[in-house]
């Protein structure tokens, strides 16, 4: 939107303090990548804005920051994170999941420790596991990793609220320390069923076979929530025998559940898997649905060693057999093992940090 980018800035600041007229959505783009005067002028504004509109203009850099990935509120959601308001908390430390500047580590700790609301510090919990996995890789400092993991550790003993222990388990999950492995199983078997969520959802991250027989045991439950959570871990642990139960899940009443049974065969790999999503995808009448599932068979062309392969490339008249052999011929050429391999960065670059990091209202549901 070049027209946006000339915009004065002062017109923006007249109309976010014009509480009469609808703020213009176009105006938000102006807000991307803030800095120098504009950023100054935005921050002298902000606390004289009411807070149903602070609410309503950082829930609105959120969403269209999930829409767009060449947008930035990094700048805003550092400024507003200590805001008075806990939902303006909440959401810029959402906003700021994506990043993984060392600095907001410090940032997320304190929130953790002394937030008095919980979905904050759950929010915080969760932004912390993006660093608990970049060590876990080698990304950070290993007294920086252990000091992130043991204060994960305390809080899960520590808080009162599960929303705040089921967050700090997940995040702290990606870890391979011995003791994690005795926290999952116990949130697993604890009988409270958001807890259990969330030792599935630790069973995919910790990628260890161990849970092979857990995770098989949740695919068909009879709570979307824990059918999802199942699916992922599955495609995460890589568990081969799963993929029966997976490609049934792809026809799932919840789109949610659907989503991961397709990714994660993307994930676990193999002919049977391949061959599936491709009639998924000639079967889909619907533009978002087929854009994922052919994102699932570029990942899942990744994860058998071929090259991208785009079925939006062939002409609409190819039947489904020339396609099949199109593939066959291209997998035999490269003399590739049709089982497999996995990124160690998958977990980060699917949709979004923010599908692996469940968001409050699904455990709310669970609780329903």
């Known amino acids: 939107m070049p027209e946006i980018s000339e915009l004065p800035f002062q017109k923006l600041i007249d109309a976010l303090l014009d509480l009469e007229l609808t703020f213009e959505p176009r105006y938000l783009y102006r807000l991307s990548d803030l800095e120098g005067e504009d950023l100054d002028l935005f921050l002298e504004t902000w606390p004289h804005l009411p807070i149903w509109r602070r609410q309503a203009l950082i829930e ?55 937030d008095p609301v919980a979905e904050v510090r759950a929010a915080s919990a969760s932004g912390l596991g993006r660093f608990v996995y970049l060590g876990e890789i080698d990304q950070l400092p290993q ?54 969520v969330s030792a599935m959802i630790a069973m995919g991250r910790s990628m260890d076979p161990r849970w092979e027989r857990e995770v098989l045991s949740m695919l068909n439950h009879k709570k979307p929530i824990m059918r999802a959570e199942a699916a992922r871990a599955a495609g995460e642990i890589g568990i081969k025998e799963a993929v029966s139960t997976l490609i049934e899940l792809t026809t799932d009443s919840e789109e949610e559940v659907r989503s991961a049974a397709i990714w994660s065969l993307s994930e676990i790999g193999g002919d049977r898997a391949r061959r599936h999503l491709e009639m998924l995808f000639h079967e889909s009448d619907d533009d978002r649905e087929a854009d994922f599932i052919e994102s699932a068979l570029d990942n899942i062309a990744f994860t058998n060693g071929m090259q991208p392969f785009s079925l939006l490339d062939l002409p609409e008249e190819d039947s489904e057999d020339e396609l099949l052999d199109m593939l066959i011929s291209q997998e035999s050429s490269m003399e590739v093992d049709g089982n497999g391999s996995s990124d160690p960065n998958h977990r980060l670059s699917n949709e979004d940090f923010l599908d692996d990091m469940q968001a409050d209202d699904e455990g709310e549901g669970l609780r329903d």
């Open 60 to 114: 609105d850099l959120l969403e269209l920051g999930k829409a767009d990935d060449l947008l930035s509120f990094e700048n805003i959601a550092r400024n507003v994170i200590a805001d008075e308001d806990p939902q303006v908390r909440l959401i810029a430390v959402q906003i700021l999941w994506e990043f993984e500047n060392r600095d907001l580590i410090p940032l997320y700790l304190e929130m953790l420790r002394s």
């Open 143 to 196: 007294d920086l990793s252990t000091e992130i993991e043991d204060r994960l550790l305390a809080i899960y003993q520590q808080d009162g609220e599960v929303l705040v222990k089921c967050r700090s388990l997940e995040a702290v999950s990606y870890t391979s320390r011995s003791e994690i492995s005795g926290l999952i199983d116990s949130a697993f078997n604890s009988g409270d069923p958001v807890l259990k």
